[in-house]
């Protein structure tokens, strides 16, 4: 076994090994299940975020809002809790933060009074001018209460002067850049909205006489709606009266879909461009398997992200496929933070060998990406002590060079190992035999292009390119400001840690009040 290349030790805030997922939203209009309905969708999407939940509904005279940390089935599994959000309108929000800490006030969905009546938001994506627009709001007295770039688009629908809901979101659109899906409800109106380059997915349902919008296909399903069409690029879709209806505000621009929802981010289930995600990720396996000539008797997944990869690699090389790597499904965010010995053994809490597989054997480990490379060098590493012979890396994705700024996980490039590192470096690092990437013509030829198209491309992949289709406004990056708010949100529940918490709390027992 090669001699382990060691990593400068970096720390990097909200340091995480893998990319993460953005967001998920969900509407439903016109149905007397719609909090539970919004319930079942967020649990379908529950892949999109997993830091945060929230549903706001409407009952005709008023919305109401419940916002908790965690899991969807942890937190709205109850009748009790489903019974606090009444009406035949609702939206829900799966949070996973790319602007904004992890605190109550920046889950979502977020609400509004307006001079035109209230409006809830939920919001996939990432604005690439918020710090500049949130300091020209700020500017002008506006008052923020979270440090979400979503709240942005609050205020100005609520600061626009036109006369109708759906003309102040117009007003807002047009002063907002970046790659984002919204969800909003006003009053007895569920409207929709996809940016200018289709980069965030939104697509519309029905079930009976409600429409549906949602992240993916998967989370209408679950609710037995009928797939009707995507949003547009640069759409805005709203329901009023039972009625759908449309406007294209925006001049009009060819779509570019993100290429990690091919890749990664849509469950393999989920319909994009009319096929199922699982279908296009075993066509990137085989596209890899075309570029990669590696003598091994095992094709082993990292389970689950490189399932699908792996099946396309083994089935055009003809090598058998197996589990070589077992996951424990029930270890997620939410694990509790164990002693410092324990949290040490890291990938294992999620995945272990599979020894009577590995055994003896030369391995091609198939992943979808690489992004920081710890987990690929604990797996290999993994791999090697259960008995591997051979442990070869490929990756179902060309190498990820660059940062990105609509709603991904990958703020800066000092936290991408191919940004800083060549290939043969990164292969010396994860203690791989060989290491080999997708090519950008293989990726494209996998999704259903002949060509990348250089002058226009057909997918957002600045990943791999560093051509961004919306450039940032905002000075994000390295060594650059990313905190929207000067107010420190180390205590979130501050109310309950207060001695007004505590004196609520006696003077419900019949107790004294403590100074």
Not at 40 to 66: N, P
Not at 461 to 487: A, C, M, R
Request: charged share 25%; proline share 4%; glycine share 8%.
């Amino acid at each position: 076994m090669k001699k382990i290349m060691k990593m400068p030790k970096t720390k990097f805030k909200n340091f995480r090994p893998k990319i993460n997922e953005e967001c998920g939203v969900f509407g439903i209009s016109n149905n007397k299940d719609a909090s539970t309905l919004t319930a079942l969708g967020l649990h379908a999407l529950q892949h999109r975020g997993q830091e945060g939940c929230g549903i706001v509904s409407y009952d005709g005279k008023k919305y109401h809002s419940e916002k908790r940390f965690g899991l969807v089935g942890d937190n709205f599994n109850k009748e009790k809790v489903l019974r606090n959000l009444p009406g035949n309108y609702a939206i829900g929000h799966n949070r996973y933060s790319t602007t904004g800490g992890t605190t109550l006030r920046n889950i979502q969905p977020f609400f509004a009074d307006t001079n035109t009546g209230g409006i809830g938001v939920s919001h996939n994506g990432n604005l690439t001018n918020a710090i500049t627009l949130r300091k020209k709001l700020v500017d002008e007295g506006a008052i923020f209460y979270t440090t979400s770039d979503t709240e942005t688009i609050v205020q100005l629908i609520a600061k626009s002067k036109r006369s109708k809901t759906i003309d102040k979101v117009v007003d807002a659109l047009f002063q907002i850049q970046g790659g984002y899906a919204l969800v909003m409800l006003t009053q007895n109106t569920l409207i929709g909205v996809r940016d200018p380059f289709g980069i965030r997915p939104l697509v519309i349902g029905k079930i009976n006489d409600s429409y549906v919008f949602a992240s993916e296909t998967c989370a209408l399903d679950i609710i037995g709606a009928k797939f009707i069409r995507d949003v547009d690029n640069g759409e805005i879709v709203y329901i009023e009266n039972g009625k759908l209806n449309s406007i294209k505000p925006f001049p009009p621009k060819k779509i570019r879909p993100c290429v990690f929802e091919y890749i990664y981010f849509s469950r393999p289930d989920s319909i994009l461009n009319g096929e199922c995600a699982y279908e296009y990720r075993k066509r990137l396996g085989a596209e890899l398997a075309k570029e990669t000539k590696i003598d091994a008797d095992l094709v082993v997944p990292v389970p689950d992200s490189g399932n699908a990869a792996a099946i396309g690699f083994s089935k055009h090389t003809g090598k058998n496929f197996d589990l070589g790597l077992i996951r424990n499904h029930y270890v997620g965010r939410t694990f509790i933070e164990p002693a410092q010995k324990i949290r040490s053994l890291g990938v294992k809490l999620k995945l272990n060998a599979n020894k009577s597989s590995i055994k003896n054997k030369k391995i091609v480990l198939i992943d979808d990406s690489l992004v920081r490379g710890t987990t690929s060098h604990k797996i290999v590493k993994m791999l090697y002590d259960a008995g591997a012979k051979e442990v070869h890396m490929g990756i179902a994705c060309p190498q990820i060079k660059f940062p990105d700024f609509y709603g991904v996980d990958m703020p800066t490039k000092k936290e991408l190992l191919a940004a800083n590192k060549t290939d043969d470096e990164i292969c010396k690092y994860i203690n791989a035999k060989t290491l080999n990437f997708l090519s950008i013509k293989g990726l494209y030829r996998a999704i259903g292009f002949e060509n990348r198209n250089i002058s226009y491309p057909q997918l957002t992949d600045h990943y791999f390119t560093g051509e961004y289709p919306v450039k940032p406004i905002d000075e994000l990056g390295d060594n650059k400001v990313t905190q929207l708010s000067l107010l420190s949100t180390a205590s979130n529940n501050w109310y309950e840690k207060s001695k007004f918490y505590r004196n609520e709390k006696r003077y419900k027992r019949g107790l004294s009040f403590v100074g």
